[in-house]
Structures are given as structure tokens and as C-alpha cells.
């Protein structure tokens, strides 16, 4: 498993933009299919938006298509996720995951996990 760590977040208000980074510490990063989930209390860990190996293959689910963007950088072993017009349902921690097969939504499907960085959206 590749070990990630996220930072980033934090508190922001409404209209507001953060952008996310999770660092990779396998030196095979491109070899993984990476996404970011969120997990707000009381709620599931949900989907946020994936992105294949090469970086041209993007996922986003509905409730951020338009105002996040998801994008990697292999050199860097690092991955981002710009988070714009942010909203209080955003808030949640954010969590980067890793896996070596194709793009997939299901939290089940990623073997890797960072700890998670919060982002509070104040209204």
C-alpha cells in the first residue's frame, strides 16, 4: 500500500475557494488511479472526484461537477483538489485514496487511505 497525506484544509466562508494536496510516498505514483471522498458527521464517506494515471481521465459527482477540480502531477507524486464557490454542505474531512486499477466511486475499491483533512465552510 502507498502511504498519503493530505493538507490544505481549513476554514473557509461561503464563495470561497481551498485547494486541497495529498502526497504520495510510492515513487510508482503513476501507477495509481487516485480519488478524494468526504465524510461529514453523522453521514457516509461519499465520492468526490477521481482521476486516472495519466491525468486525462476525470470523475466528479454531481454535487461538485463545475466547481472542483481534480489534477495530479506524477513528477510531484501529488495529487489536488481546487475547491471553488465552496458551500456549508461542503464541509466535511477530505480524504485521498489510492488504487491500482481504473477510475471507480466506491470507497470499498481503494486499498490506500490518507488520515483525512478538515474543511469547514462557514455561511
Known amino acids: 500500500q502507498v502511504q498519503l497525506v493530505e493538507s490544505g484544509g481549513g476554514l473557509v466562508q461561503a464563495g470561497g475557494s481551498l485547494r486541497l494536496s495529498c502526497t504520495a510516498s510510492d515513487r510508482t505514483f503513476s501507477n495509481y488511479v487516485m480519488g478524494w471522498f468526504r465524510q461529514a458527521p453523522g453521514k457516509e464517506r461519499e465520492f468526490v472526484a477521481g482521476i486516472n494515471w495519466g491525468g486525462d481521465s476525470t470523475d466528479y459527482a454531481d454535487s461538485v461537477q463545475g466547481r472542483f477540480t481534480i489534477s495530479r502531477v506524477n513528477a510531484k507524486n501529488t495529487v489536488y483538489l481546487q475547491m471553488n464557490s465552496l458551500e456549508p454542505e461542503d464541509t466535511a474531512v477530505y480524504f485521498c485514496?489510492?488504487?491500482?486499477?481504473?477510475?471507480?466511486?466506491?470507497?470499498?475499491?481503494?486499498?490506500?487511505w490518507g488520515q483525512g483533512t478538515q474543511v469547514t465552510v462557514s455561511s
Open positions: 485514496a489510492a488504487r491500482l486499477a481504473g477510475l471507480r466511486r466506491s470507497a470499498a475499491d481503494f486499498g490506500s
